[in-house]
């Protein structure tokens, strides 16, 4: 609280006038500094409406350091002038002055003085008039009473120039009366106490105002990570379709299930160094059902079940291989293998889990990554009925417009890329690849043959990515991420349109 | 997905009218090609070599289309321009036909046993009266390179080579011989060289030095001879000088040498049907009978046996319908090798179709959603955990050697981690067993956040087991660290009650969870304590040792916890 003494004295004031004071003048009359009045005001604002302050700024005319001397003592081409006797002086003596050198140049252009260049002893000054008129000093006396008027804009702006003069932007307040103005100021209190609830004496405190403008303080708490919180919502959406989760956590696969059981032939690229983990250890699968791996072996390198095969010679020495798995349809190629084992129903399968890749890494590639897909399996299920599912999945995310574009893939026929259009992009992106799982894949399963499975997938961190505007996925996953962005993710709702992202993918 | 480069006025001539970009890029989606680029070789140059480079450079309209991995009929300009010409109905399918030289006479390659060990298999033919101009030359050329990258996995599958047929005279001989007995000029070169000396001046060459482990460290090389023991080439390597084509060559002979038959067979035809257009020639065709009712009940679609035949058709896949029922007969040619199932023919008639004109339908399928239990624990935990004011982290799965052994304080040798033979950085050299590692590096690349750290994990690890088909299984673990100023046992020993809580396990000894002391070289001595659950032991506790906590680059005191979830299921 600024001192009581002069916030007394300021309400007093403001209760003579009607209308207000200026808080400068009161700084003047009351020969105090302004920023002691505007302490006041700041704590007579802090007890509510005692007193309503406005901020004005108004630009004042201020003299110079030089401008108060000369104010004071004359201009320097007076001073010249004054101290130049009768019988005249020497101009090296009026050199030696502190105004000489600038005060002699204007008295000479004001044909005030001559100097007599042919003097006996050196140049001599002497005056030519006998009385000069001070108007510089005159004009500055008027700027330091306050008095601006009389002098003209011109006549200002000469005065700037010679550094004499100084506009200044001076800040005060307008200060009247509030509404619950009184001259007494009773003091406030910060909270409400027990003992004030127990002895009702709030009902008499006056309590003072909450900044509502300052943030609260953060509450001690544990963050989901990002990413994890995308899942839980894609999850959710599987769920809310009907579909179950698939057992994913086997990160390590033979290459039989990896890749011949979803008949991708053992010399595809994808089974490459350059693209696959294989392990050394344990290196190779021990245990694969027997008259599968016969049927798989046969659809491979002769054909069969309506098709001529990719006829070359079927090592099953490749498919023992173990790998880090690819992709998560080799789980679900294990599961619709048990599915055939009994007798067939119609399942619907999820799964969102990690893949891995021995790629090249870069700002949206990393070794491992997650893999959402999902799985529909029943008797005549269409390319018709594939494109329907995709559009209630995607309708969950908040995307309605899709096209579907051919593509190729070993294991569906047909396979399409899934695309959305973006409406922040302005164009189609592809949000997922989907496709019809071939024959060779299901028939050596032993599935009926007129029971249909149709698929569909995506990776995870692309649409969190997008969510969040994240640009480089090691910022999102891995130890180098910022903790900060984890405590600072909000919720995620995928089909929310609230958010500021225009769609997730 | 291979990506094919056209001149862009040179593709609009050869169908026959101009499109805009736009227009184009829509045509490639409908029929599953993607306009990847729209560039200029001096574009191209400028960028990978910088623009003083370029400055000669030609400035004709390039563009770069993805072409889909199974479809070798599209590598090329020829292939490209009919598929599209068939499918919007300016074409008629083309039906190939092999047809005999004018003396009756087809050459023949005799294929020697020696091949077997080496390289066993080769095809070969003739394409008589071409015509070449320069860019039918160059496009020739790209194929071969295009189909050596791709189907010919860089030539260790199979390899073209292609001979001016009027330099040499049959019948050719398909052999192999000791690499000193192989002598010849190859292309391009002034001289002769045995393979052996073939195979050192190859070493540095930027091309060629790919291929030669191929058949390097075999006791025979592949090599073809002529009727007069000219070589023609030595597979996969290089051709040799004196058969090479030039643009005023008038019939190619083209011999493909193998490990693998169906697809030098694929490389043999497409090479044939994509030039054929420039000669008079042939090759072998196969067919499929099916029924329209398949087609319509695979594809969700409702159209008469005519129409789909007339579908197929444009799909370069020439269709009758034999009235038969609904029976279609389907000429496949040579061309279309990735046909290899009536799925095949349907996923064709579908894009002829038109994706997106299909209705879209809702399956009927009826079924009860489950949750993986195990992953149902996990969620429920997580959320959980996160409540008691822990932060979760999501680290790898896969890390090196040192993090999970030399880090910690343990050998390898004791961890069960399994190795990765071909990792390419130390990042990639084992899956973790452990979760500890990552959230201490998740810790040291968040020093500057203020304490204290207080992280969660809950993941799989991968550990070595011999019950297991593959040798190996996951296991889902719950792993917290404290890290501040003090220790904090107490903060972890706190989170290990409610965690215990959370999971309805009493504190007791024997019959609920209760922890002892232990010893542990990842922990500080008698700051480590075992956690037991009905008397079975699921994790630890403690403070971790200094010299661990140096490993990971940190400077502050640390507490962690980790255990096994799978028991609380």
């Known amino acids: 609280m600024a001192d009581t003494g002069v916030v007394e004295t300021l309400l007093q004031r403001i209760e003579k006038v009607d209308d207000g004071v200026d808080s400068l003048e009161v700084a003047s009359s009351l020969g105090v500094d302004h920023q002691v009045i505007v302490g006041a005001v700041k704590s007579l604002q802090a007890l509510g409406d005692v007193i309503s302050a406005e901020l004005r700024s108004s630009k004042r005319w201020e003299l110079t350091e030089e401008g108060t001397e000369i104010a004071e003592q004359g201009s320097h081409e007076a001073r010249v002038f004054s101290s130049i006797p009768l019988e005249g002086l020497g101009q090296s003596e009026l050199m030696k002055l502190s105004f000489g050198k600038i005060g002699f140049s204007k008295a000479m252009s004001n044909k005030w003085i001559r100097v007599d260049k042919a003097h006996e002893g050196g140049p001599r000054i002497f005056r030519t008039v006998e009385k000069i008129e001070d108007q510089v000093r005159e004009k500055l006396l008027l700027v330091k009473k306050g008095d601006m008027t009389q002098l003209e804009e011109k006549e200002k702006n000469e005065l700037k120039k010679r550094k004499l003069l100084s506009e200044v932007t001076v800040k005060s307040y307008w200060i009247s009366k509030g509404n619950s103005f009184s001259t007494t100021v009773t003091k406030q209190e910060a909270e409400l106490t027990p003992e004030m609830i127990a002895n009702g004496s709030w009902k008499e405190k006056k309590f003072k105002p909450y900044n509502f403008e300052a943030l609260g303080v953060a509450p001690d708490c544990g963050h989901l990570h990002p990413l994890m919180k995308v899942r839980t919502q894609f999850r959710q959406i599987f769920l809310e379709m009907g579909f179950t989760e698939m057992p994913t956590n086997n990160f390590i696969e033979s290459s039989f299930w990896n890749f011949d059981s979803l008949f991708q032939p053992q010399q595809h690229p994808a089974r490459d160094q350059h693209d696959t983990f294989f392990l050394s250890d344990p290196a190779l699968a021990h245990e694969f059902p027997q008259d599968y791996l016969e049927r798989v072996k046969k659809v491979h390198s002769e054909g069969g079940f309506g098709s001529q095969g990719y006829k070359y010679d079927w090592k099953i020495e490749e498919a023992q291989k173990n790998i880090l798995r690819t992709h998560t349809t080799a789980v679900s190629a294990r599961m619709l293998y048990k599915l055939a084992q009994q007798k067939f ?68 026929e047909p396979s399409m890329e899934v695309f959305s259009y973006h409406e922040g992009l302005k164009k189609w992106v592809e949000v997922g690849n989907s496709g019809v799982f071939r024959p060779e894949m299901l028939l050596p399963m032993g599935l009926p043959e007129d029971v249909s499975v149709i698929a569909w997938g995506l990776s995870l961190e692309r649409p969190t990515m997008i969510k969040y505007g994240i640009n480089n996925i090691r910022e999102l996953v891995g130890h180098k991420v910022n903790l900060q962005m984890v405590y600072d993710s909000p919720i995620c709702r995928l089909d929310s349109k609230s958010v500021h992202q225009v769609g997730v993918l | 997905m291979p990506t094919v480069g056209v001149k862009r006025d040179l593709l609009f001539k050869a169908l026959g009218r101009t499109y ?221 000088d004196h058969s090479k084509i030039a643009l005023k060559t008038k019939n190619v002979f083209i011999e493909c040498t193998a490990t693998d038959l169906t697809k030098a067979k694929t490389v043999l035809d497409m090479m044939v049907t994509m030039f054929s257009e420039y000669c008079f020639f042939s090759a072998l065709i196969t067919w499929f009978k099916l029924s329209s009712e398949f087609i319509n009940r695979k594809v969700g679609i409702n159209e008469s046996t005519e129409k789909i035949a007339q579908l197929l058709t444009r799909m370069c896949l020439l269709s009758q319908v034999t009235g038969v029922g609904d029976e279609i007969e389907v000429e496949i040619p040579p061309t279309r090798s990735d046909v290899i199932h009536a799925c095949d023919i349907m996923e064709d008639a579908a894009m002829a179709y038109g994706f997106n004109n299909i209705p879209r339908t809702t399956p009927r399928t009826y079924t009860v959603a489950n949750q993986f239990p195990l992953n149902k624990l996990t969620e429920l935990l997580r959320q959980d955990l996160a409540a008691a004011g822990f932060t979760e982290a999501l680290n790898f799965a896969l890390c090196s050697q040192e993090d999970i052994a030399d880090k910690l304080g343990k050998k390898i040798a004791d961890t069960r981690a399994v190795h990765i033979s071909n990792p390419k950085t130390a990042e990639f050299q084992v899956a973790r067993t452990t979760l500890l590692p990552g959230l201490l590096k998740t810790v040291a690349a968040n020093r500057k956040m203020p304490l204290p750290l207080k992280l969660f994990e809950i993941s799989d690890v991968v550990l070595k087991d011999e019950t297991k088909d593959v040798g190996a299984r996951n296991s889902r673990r719950f792993c917290a660290v404290y890290y501040n100023k003090s220790p904090g046992f107490e903060v972890i020993h706190g989170l290990l009650d409610r965690t215990m809580q959370l999971l309805e396990v009493k504190s007791a000894r024997g019959t609920g969870y209760h922890i002892q002391a232990a010893d542990d070289s990842t922990f500080f001595p008698g700051r480590c304590a075992e956690i037991f659950v009905s008397g079975k032991s699921v994790g630890r506790l403690g403070v971790l040792h200094p010299d661990v906590i140096n490993r990971f680059e940190l400077t502050m005191p640390c507490s962690a916890l980790e255990m096994d979830l799978e028991p609380f299921l």
């Open chain 1, 345 to 412: 129903t119609p399942v619907k399968y999820f799964s969102i889990d990690r893949v891995f890749r021995n790629e090249t890494l870069d700002a949206t590639h990393l070794a491992e990554f997650h893999q959402i897909e999902g799985v529909v399996a029943d008797y005549g299920l269409t390319l018709g009925d594939l494109m329907g599912i995709l559009h209630q999945f995607f309708t969950k995310l908040g995307i309605t417009k899709l096209r579907f574009k051919p593509a190729y893939n070993p294991y569906t």
């Open chain 2, 20 to 240: 805009t970009d736009e227009e184009f890029d829509e045509l490639c989606f409908e029929f599953g090609l993607e306009l990847d680029e729209i560039t200029s070789e001096k574009e191209i140059i400028s960028r990978e070599q910088g623009d003083s480079k370029a400055s000669g450079a030609s400035d004709i309209i390039l563009y770069k289309i993805d072409v889909p991995a199974n479809r070798y009929d599209l590598l090329c300009l020829e292939g490209l321009v009919r598929g599209l010409k068939v499918f919007k109905n300016k074409l008629e399918a083309p039906r190939y036909r092999r047809v005999s030289p004018a003396n009756g006479e087809p050459q023949r390659l005799i294929i020697t046993k020696e091949t077997a060990a080496v390289r066993p298999y080769a095809v070969a033919a003739v394409l008589r009266n071409i015509t070449f101009t320069q860019e039918r030359y160059d496009s020739f050329i790209e194929l071969q390179e295009k189909l050596h990258q791709n189907i010919c996995r860089k030539r260790s599958l199979v390899a073209i080579g292609t001979h001016d047929l009027d330099t040499i005279s049959g019948p050719f001989t398909y052999t192999a011989k000791p690499p000193g007995d192989i002598c010849f000029k190859p292309l391009n070169q002034t001289k002769e060289y045995t393979a052996t000396q073939l195979m050192s001046l190859y070493k540095t060459d930027s091309h060629l030095r790919h291929y030669l482990h191929i058949i390097e460290d075999k006791p025979a090389y592949p090599v073809i001879y002529d009727s007069n023991g000219v070589v023609l080439s030595m597979p996969p390597i290089i051709n040799g």
